[in-house]
């Protein structure tokens, strides 16, 4: 631990210091460009890392009621915040959970399988580990809604995933969420840390199928956004400009 620590804090160093000096400075998201504005006198260029192009070829054959959660886990993503959601919905019996992901606090993930057995939710939530990329496209398919209710986040990819699939999202104004999903018209979002507006929004989507439609039709649309063509298009025009101005300093953060 000490070493990564160690390691972690010479990258953090060297980055900082490279990025004061940079003409030219390209981000992920808004989110992270407002952090690097306080650091950075460069000029900013927000540019998304791109979507895979097999999500935009997802065939969907959604089971009903079934919530997806892909991520760490880890408190940070309020995992423990979406199984009090789900317990407060009147059908918690008939909801399927698939919580994907690794593990890095084997204490924490007994806290959380407590917490289902003590809503009587064990034959209701699953914890399924970490997915291959193919295992998970597999669950995109089969699922009702991907819900994110992190208490933490920056412009997550899975999001972007899950749009380009065409499959509804309910999850938190964090980060460069409220952005991704368009004030809510391409996903449903709530407070982090509101069970109550978490179990409202996830009643919504799992009982409407006209709002599931409408919502893998808006998250498709905007999923073109992360389309790799155009993240390659908008990344190329800021090295000519770049060139274009005798080359100076560019970096590059993710």
């Known amino acids: ?34 952090i690097f504005s306080a650091i950075s006198p460069s000029q900013h260029h927000t540019i998304p890392n791109p979507t895979p192009s097999s ?76 997915l291959s990329d193919a295992q998970l496209r597999k669950e995109f398919a089969l699922a009702t809604t991907l819900v994110l209710p992190s208490q933490q986040e920056n412009a997550p990819m899975v999001i972007q995933q899950a749009l380009a699939s065409g499959l509804p999202v309910v999850a938190t104004d964090v980060g460069d969420v409220q952005r991704m999903l368009e004030d809510g018209a391409a996903g449903l979002v709530v ?18 199928d006209g709002l599931q439609e409408k919502l893998a039709a808006k998250g498709r649309e905007k999923a073109q956004t992360w389309a790799a063509s155009r993240v390659a298009e908008l990344t190329a025009a800021v090295y000519s400009e770049c060139v274009e101005a005798g080359m100076p300093n560019i970096q590059t953060s993710f």
């Open 1 to 34: 631990p000490i070493d990564r620590y160690r390691l972690y804090l010479q990258g953090w160093l060297t980055e900082s210091e490279t990025v004061k000096r940079a003409d030219h400075l390209i981000l992920n998201s808004e989110y992270v460009r407002s």
């Open 55 to 130: 999500y935009y070829m997802q065939h969907r054959h959604a089971e009903s009621k079934r919530i997806l959660y892909a991520g760490k886990i880890s408190p940070l993503k309020g995992l423990g915040s979406l199984i009090d959601a789900v317990a407060r919905l009147p059908y918690s019996a008939d909801v399927q959970v698939i919580l994907a992901g690794s593990a890095g606090n084997a204490d924490y993930v007994d806290e959380l399988r407590r917490k289902v057995s003590g809503y009587g939710l064990d034959d209701s939530v699953s914890f399924v580990g970490l």
């Open 191 to 208: 407070p982090p840390g509101d069970t109550d507006s978490l179990s409202t929004a996830l009643d919504r989507v799992l009982c409407d």
